[in-house]
């Protein structure tokens, strides 16, 4: 079991940035796929950015391709999600996901999740 814990959301302004974190403990593994998924009001969980076990690939979503950066620190078993020119649409809570397999859009096929992190962005 992998357990992970959120941190580093808040209220920015737009055009803002923040750095959220994941970090991991219990059975980590450096074979593990990483990714970040949000969850808007009233909106289902969607992809957001995934780190694959290799760390020699990330996949952002369109939505924030060239504004967020995807990143892990193993040494501190920690994942990043560095946020830049942040707008309104981008306020949602952000959840961390681990999974053995290769970075996948599906959230059904992520087995672990942290409890999430909200960030709010004003206009």
């Known amino acids: 079991q992998v357990q992970l814990v959120e941190s580093g959301g808040g209220l920015v302004q737009a055009g803002g940035s923040l750095r959220l974190s994941c970090t991991a403990s219990g059975r980590t593994s450096s074979k593990y796929s990483w990714a970040w998924f949000r969850q808007g009001p009233g909106k289902e969980r969607e992809f957001t950015a995934g780190?694959?076990?290799?760390?020699?690939?990330?996949d952002y979503a369109d939505f924030v391709k060239g504004r967020f950066t995807i990143s892990r620190d193993n040494a501190k078993n920690t994942l990043y999600l560095e946020m830049n020119n942040l707008e309104p649409e981008d306020t949602a809570v952000y959840y961390c996901?681990?999974?053995?397999?290769?970075?996948?859009?599906?959230?059904?096929?992520?087995?672990?999740w942290g409890r999430g992190t909200q960030v709010t962005v004003s206009s």
């Open positions: 780190l694959n076990r290799n760390e020699n690939k990330k």
């Open positions: 996901a681990a999974d053995w397999g290769i970075v996948t859009t599906n959230r059904a096929l992520w087995a672990f």
